[in-house]
């Protein structure tokens, strides 16, 4: 059974990609520390947690790890930047088939739940209990680019240049990877004439809704993709309400969620 779920939760295609990735295991030259342990269940371990939403300590002893393992493994690979990694080699792998619309680029954001922790704050659309949000940009059919996560009580506008910055560079079927699409899109919340002019001056063509004289429903056709891009990662239970108490845990969680978000895609296209 351990086995099966494993190779189920990590298809042997994605541990191709995810493999390479991975930071080496070094043993402590005085001894004693975390001991080796089989990377691919660890992994599959902290998939089955972020799918499920389950506890640490909850997890299934078909794994063959621990929980205390997991845990610990997951804060390494936190600090060592896998996930980011991984997010970007799979983004790699649909940039070389040609699978990435870089037409535009939609910008959203939406809150959750937070039980406690740093990046927290009033959510103002929920009587002001504690709450995180999440900001997605995406390619103009809805797969994931970039992620942040801040406090509920943060406005939209404020991760706006970030996530524009935080677009990776991408292999392209042909010629040098790409970073920049040709449009952003985006509702009223992130209108402004500074951010008007900071599109422009790195030649991306904005269309956002202008407060006033605009309705935001004329994005409908556009904005349906990057609300199904966040129902896609609020798929993964462990993103729908926040435990963490660090704030870079939770981001952490979001990493992976975009990462296999996309290689649903990739996956669906090889078949």
Excluded at 21 to 30: C, E, I, N, T
Excluded at 48 to 67: D, I, K, M, N, Q
Excluded at 83 to 92: E, F, K, M, P, Q
Excluded at 96 to 117: E, M, Q, T, Y
Aim: proline share 6%; charged share 25%.
């Amino acid at each position: 059974m351990r086995v099966d779920l494993s190779r189920r939760l990590v298809p042997d295609e994605l541990w191709e990609l995810l493999a390479p990735l991975m930071p080496k295991f070094v043993s402590r030259p005085q001894g004693g520390g975390t001991a080796p342990v089989e990377e691919r269940a660890v992994f599959a371990a902290v998939v089955y947690v972020l799918t499920s939403g389950c506890a640490w300590r909850h997890l299934p002893e078909s794994f063959g790890v621990s929980p205390a393992t997991a845990h610990c493994r997951f804060s390494v690979w936190t600090e060592a930047g896998l996930w980011r990694r991984l997010h970007r080699a799979v983004l790699d792998e649909l940039g070389a088939r040609g699978d990435l619309d870089w037409s535009s680029a939609i910008v959203d954001a939406a809150s959750v739940r937070a039980k406690r922790g740093s990046l927290t704050g009033p959510n103002p659309v929920d009587r002001g209990k504690k709450g995180s949000k999440l900001h997605v940009l995406s390619e103009a059919q809805g797969l994931p680019l970039a992620v942040a996560v801040s406090g509920a009580n943060m406005h939209d506008s404020q991760a706006f240049k970030p996530l524009i910055l935080g677009i990776p560079a991408v292999r392209s079927r042909r010629g040098p990877r790409r970073r920049r699409p040709g449009k952003i899109r985006a509702d009223k919340a992130y209108y402004s004439a500074e951010h008007l002019r900071w599109l422009r001056s790195r030649n991306l063509i904005p269309r956002i809704a202008r407060p006033g004289i605009e309705s935001g429903e004329r994005l409908g056709r556009h904005r349906w993709k990057i609300e199904r891009s966040i129902s896609w990662l609020f798929g993964y239970r462990r993103l729908t309400v926040r435990y963490e108490r660090k704030g870079s845990h939770f981001l952490a969680f979001l990493g992976p969620a975009a990462a296999l978000t996309c290689y649903k895609r990739l996956a669906k296209l090889t078949t």
